[in-house]
C-alpha cells in the first residue's frame, strides 16, 4: 500500500517549445497540485542517441529545468532532479536486466521504429536496445504508480508492469510469508480480521473486485499496522506474495493540440518549432511567414481557413468571437492573412509574458536553479535509497 505518486521525466536533447509546453508541461502543472510529483532530466537516456555529442547535455539540462520552473512548475510542491545524480536508478536497471527476457526489449515497438526513423544514427547498441529497462527502473526506484503517458507511450508501461510483476514473482517470496500475514491480522480487532478473510474470500472464490476493493480501503484505515504488513496482506488478498515493487498505472494524458508551422505536429525533428523563450521579433517573423491557404494567392482571393495552419492556431489560441471574425473574413476575402495572423502573434506574447518574466528571474540566479535541483536530488535519493533496502534484501545483496 503505497502513497500515490507521479513521476515524469524528459530527455535534454534541446531548446524546449510551445509543443512541449501544450503537451506535457501543462499536464504537469494540474498534478503538482493533486499529487506528490517527481520530475526528472533524463540525461542518461539522452546518452542513448545522442552518445556522439555528450558536451550538449550538461547544458541543455540546466536550461530545460529553467525552462520547467519558468513555465510554473513549482519546486516547493514538485521534486525536481537529475537522473545522473541519483545512482540508484543504474542500480536497480543492472538488477533488473538480470531477470529481463531478451525478447521483451526486442517487442517493445519504438525499439525498430526508433531505429528506421533515425538512420543516421547507429543504434545497434546495448544502450539503445535496454532503454525501455531503464525507464523501469526510473519509474520503479521511486514506486511511482502513476505515470503520465501518451497512448504512443503506453506499451512502455505495459512492458514496466511486466518487468514488476516479473522481479515480486521471482524474488516477493517470504520464507514465513504465511506465518507472518497471520501474525498481521492479529494486529487488526477481532471484528476488522474477520471481515478481511469474508472479503478476501469472496474476491478469490468469486472474483468480486468490489471486495477486493472494499478490502484495501480497510487496510488503509488500519493504524495500528506498518508499512510492511500492509503489503503482505495486500499482496495475501490478491493470492500472492509481498509487493516489492509496484506496478505503475498509466495516466493516459491527450495528445497535443499544439500544431507546427506548416500545420503538421509541432517538432524539432520538421524544424517548424517556435521555442518556449524565443523573442518577440522571431515569433512574429515566423508567424507572418507561415504558409496559408494555397487557394489565396491574391489578397482579394477567398480562402478555406479548414485548408490553412493558421487557422489551427487560431483554434488554440483565440476567443470565439476572434474565430468567427477569421472564418468570415477569409472565405469572403474581407481580411488578408497578414490580419489574420496578427491576433496569434498576439496571444502567443500573452502567452510567453510570465514565463518570460519567471526565466528571467532564474536565468539572472544560477545558483538558486542549482540549488533546487540540488535539494531535489537529495530527496530522490532518499526515495530510492528506501526501495533499494528492499530490493537488496529480497535478492540477498548489499549486507554490511
Not at 512548475?73 to 536497480?92: G, M, N, R, Y
Not at 526510473?138 to 502513476?146: E, M, S
Not at 514473482?169 to 506465518?179: A, L, Q, S
Not at 478469490?204 to 510492511?228: H, I, S, V
Request: glycine residues 6%; contains cysteine; hydrophobic residues 35%.
Amino acid at each position: 500500500m503505497f502513497v500515490d505518486r507521479v513521476l515524469s521525466g524528459m530527455r535534454p536533447t534541446g531548446n524546449l517549445h510551445l509543443g512541449h509546453y501544450h503537451g506535457v508541461l501543462k499536464n504537469w502543472l494540474a498534478l503538482q497540485q493533486k499529487y506528490e510529483c517527481l520530475f526528472f532530466v533524463a540525461d542518461w537516456h539522452a546518452l542513448t542517441t545522442h552518445y556522439d555529442s555528450p558536451e550538449i547535455i550538461e547544458q541543455n539540462s540546466w536550461n530545460m529545468v529553467i525552462d520547467w520552473l519558468a513555465a510554473g512548475v513549482d519546486p516547493t510542491q514538485t521534486t525536481l532532479f537529475i537522473q545522473s545524480k541519483v545512482p540508484a536508478h543504474a542500480e536497480l536497471y543492472l538488477l533488473l536486466s538480470m531477470i529481463t527476457p531478451l525478447g521483451w526489449l526486442e517487442r517493445v515497438p519504438t525499439y525498430k521504429d526508433q531505429q528506421e526513423k533515425l538512420v543516421a544514427k547507429d543504434l545497434s547498441t546495448y544502450g539503445f536496445l535496454g532503454y525501455p529497462l531503464l525507464q523501469s527502473a526510473d519509474i520503479l526506484v521511486y514506486r511511482a504508480n502513476l505515470v503520465p503517458v501518451g497512448e504512443d507511450q503506453a506499451p512502455h508501461l505495459e512492458f514496466t508492469r511486466e518487468v514488476s510483476r516479473r522481479f515480486n514473482h521471482i524474488f516477493g517470496k517470504e520464507p514465513d510469508f504465511e506465518k507472518r500475514v497471520t501474525q498481521a491480522i492479529k494486529k487488526m480487532s477481532s471484528e476488522k480480521g474477520k471481515l478481511y478473510g469474508e472479503l478476501r474470500n469472496r474476491y478469490q472464490e468469486k472474483g468480486d473486485e468490489n471486495a477486493l476493493t472494499e478490502a484495501r480501503l480497510l487496510l488503509e484505515e488500519q493504524q495500528n499496522l506498518g508499512m510492511d504488513d500492509r503489503e503482505r496482506l495486500s499482496g495475501h488478498l490478491e493470492g500472492r506474495s509481498k509487493v516489492i515493487l509496484p506496478e505503475p498505472q498509466t495516466l493516459l494524458t491527450k495528445a497535443s493540440k499544439m500544431p507546427g508551422l506548416d500545420g503538421q505536429k509541432m517538432s524539432k525533428s520538421y524544424g517548424n518549432t517556435i521555442g518556449l523563450r524565443e523573442d518577440a521579433d522571431s515569433i512574429a517573423r515566423k508567424i507572418r511567414t507561415m504558409p496559408t491557404d494555397p487557394a489565396r494567392i491574391r489578397r482579394n482571393d477567398p480562402g478555406n481557413p479548414e485548408k490553412c495552419p493558421v487557422w489551427q492556431f487560431h483554434q488554440l489560441y483565440s476567443s470565439e468571437d476572434t474565430r468567427k471574425w477569421v472564418w468570415q473574413g477569409c472565405t469572403t476575402a474581407e481580411i488578408g492573412c497578414l490580419e489574420c495572423k496578427q491576433p496569434i502573434i498576439q496571444s502567443i506574447r500573452e502567452e510567453q509574458a510570465p514565463i518570460l518574466e519567471r526565466a528571467k528571474m532564474y536565468e539572472e540566479d544560477p545558483a538558486q536553479v542549482k540549488k533546487i535541483v540540488a535539494e531535489g536530488c537529495k530527496k530522490a535519493n532518499q526515495l530510492a535509497e528506501e526501495t533499494m533496502r528492499d530490493v537488496r534484501a529480497a535478492l540477498g545483496i548489499g549486507y554490511p
